[in-house]
């Protein structure tokens, strides 16, 4: 079955501090498709990354970076130096690619909360 | 560029009346539209997929008849919400693909619905 989970779901942390946010997947496919998306306030839903299963180098993106583990079957997302405005809801994300339909499976969700 | 809209943003209505809510993708036609539902503090749940001139294709435990999808253009997709109750108040998050990547889909910036 397909299955992402997300065991943080709050994490509060003081500006300049780095903080991971957890990432547990579970799927059958060998073909796979995981991202992470921010939700602010707003609600609207923001896009940071997508990552192949074939791809398990890391990723840094200025002070956001992933770290692609198949073994374990993690994708941790890091925020180095955090900020007030990284406070947000933060969505782990699966696809599977026998699934052409491009349907995504969410995690419940980790609130961050990034106090000056 | 893949922008996509939603209208309205938010909504407030009288329990029994049915709400229409729009999903447009401004910049490119897309091929499947998805669904969403979101509750307060909770992780957004897949409702519905639908595909352009086909009939959706709906997940377990939603009532096709309560959620009217209509997927008439590459470029338009609709939900109504039939007979509202307040139990169905709920932010609305629609996804475009352009079907061009595995899991690629571009959020609206949903529409909240609260049904008195």
């Known amino acids: 079955a397909q299955k992402v989970t997300q065991a943080q779901t709050e994490i509060s942390v003081v500006e300049k501090e780095d903080v991971t946010l957890d990432c547990v997947y579970e799927?059958?496919?060998?073909?796979?498709?995981l991202f992470w998306y921010k939700q602010p306030p707003s609600g609207e839903l923001v896009f940071l990354i997508r990552?192949?299963?074939?791809?398990?180098q890391n990723e840094i993106s200025g002070r956001y970076s992933w770290n692609f583990q198949k073994s374990t079957s993690s994708f941790n997302f890091t925020i180095t130096a955090s900020q007030v405005v990284d406070s947000a809801v933060y969505f782990c994300?699966?696809?599977?690619?026998?699934?052409?339909?491009?349907?995504?499976?969410f995690g419940q969700g980790t609130e961050l909360s990034v106090k000056p | 560029g893949a922008v996509v809209s939603q209208h309205p943003s938010r909504v407030i209505c009288k329990s029994g009346t049915s709400v229409k809510i729009e999903c447009r993708s401004l910049?490119?036609?897309?091929?499947?539209m998805f669904w969403y539902r979101q509750f307060p503090k909770q992780s957004l749940m897949l409702m519905a997929t639908?595909?352009?001139?086909?009939?959706?294709?709906?997940e377990q435990g939603v009532e096709k008849d309560k959620f009217l999808i209509n997927h008439a253009s590459l470029t338009l997709s609709t939900l109504t919400v039939t007979s509202a109750h307040p139990e169905d108040s709920s932010f609305y998050i629609c996804?475009?693909?352009?079907?061009?990547?595995?899991?690629?889909?571009?959020f609206g910036p949903g529409t909240r619905l609260t049904v008195l």
């Open positions: 996804s475009a693909s352009p079907g061009l990547a595995q899991g690629e889909q571009f």
């Open positions: 990552r192949n299963s074939f791809d398990e």
């Open positions: 910049d490119f036609q897309a091929t499947t």
């Open positions: 994300a699966l696809s599977e690619a026998r699934n052409q339909g491009g349907k995504l499976i």
């Open positions: 799927t059958r496919d060998t073909t796979y498709y």
């Open positions: 639908s595909n352009e001139g086909s009939k959706a294709t709906y």
